[in-house]
């Protein structure tokens, strides 16, 4: 599936949003990808985590343990690609702010898969990333849909997306005049 297919899917679903956006970094964007709006159809979701599955399967040899969603946007398609790589999907939730494993044990050493639904900064897969190690899971790949810093991000693990799609993100004291003119909302769960 390429980028294109991917696009396609979400603005088939009504998911590509423009306006005043406040991301979980604390950058601001004129675009959104309200990715809720895809994963509410499972026949969408299907095609895209089937596909970011194999691309998975082929770059990461070897066991896969647990495929890790972030909460709350990595817990659909997390799930969904589990299904397809035959492993088990748990996730990582905030708990005063920190992501943590609360609902499940895993061995140490355990071979784990991050998924995420998307990709700005890379912030939140960081975070996942540092609460997995310290439970001693050695993290062999990071995963999401669309990249939106288009390979950009580092990680620190290899980063598989199925799409990657460039979208301008602006520091809040630095916002050209057409975004500071629009009031801005924040859609995502951090700090809720
Ligand atoms: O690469 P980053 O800069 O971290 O941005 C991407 C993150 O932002 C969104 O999560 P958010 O915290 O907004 O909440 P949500 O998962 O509830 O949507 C998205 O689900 C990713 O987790
Ligand atoms: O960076 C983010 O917080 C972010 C961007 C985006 O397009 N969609 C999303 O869910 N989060
Ligand atoms: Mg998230």
């Keep these: 599936m390429n980028t294109d297919e991917v696009l396609g899917i979400f603005r088939e679903a009504g998911a590509v949003l423009e306006g005043h956006f406040i991301l979980t ?14 994963f ?3 026949d969408k979701t299907e ?8 691309k998975i399967r082929k770059a990461v040899p070897g066991r896969i343990d647990y495929v890790v969603g972030p909460a709350i946007g990595g817990l659909i398609p997390a799930y969904e690609t589990s299904r397809h790589l035959g492993a088990p999907a748990i996730w990582v939730e905030r708990e005063g702010g920190e992501f943590r ?7 140490k050493g355990s071979r784990v898969v ?19 190690r310290e439970l001693g899971a050695e993290v062999v790949a990071a995963a999401c849909i669309i990249d939106r810093s288009a390979g950009k ?3 620190g693990v ?3 997306a199925l799409a990657e799609y460039e979208v301008p993100a602006y520091p809040a004291d630095r916002l050209p005049p057409e975004l500071a003119a629009i009031p801005p909302v ?4 951090r700090n809720i």
């Design 153 to 155: 991000t580092d990680v």
């Design 25 to 38: 970094s604390g950058l601001r964007s004129p675009v959104f990808l309200q990715k809720a709006r895809v």
């Design 40 to 42: 509410m159809h499972a």
């Design 158 to 160: 290899p980063l598989i």
């Design 101 to 107: 494993l609360r609902r499940f044990e895993i061995a």
């Design 186 to 189: 924040k859609p995502g769960s």
């Design 114 to 132: 991050i998924v995420e639904d998307i990709v700005t900064t890379g912030l939140s897969i960081r975070e996942t990333i540092d609460c997995l």
């Design 47 to 54: 095609r895209l985590c089937k596909a970011l599955a194999e």
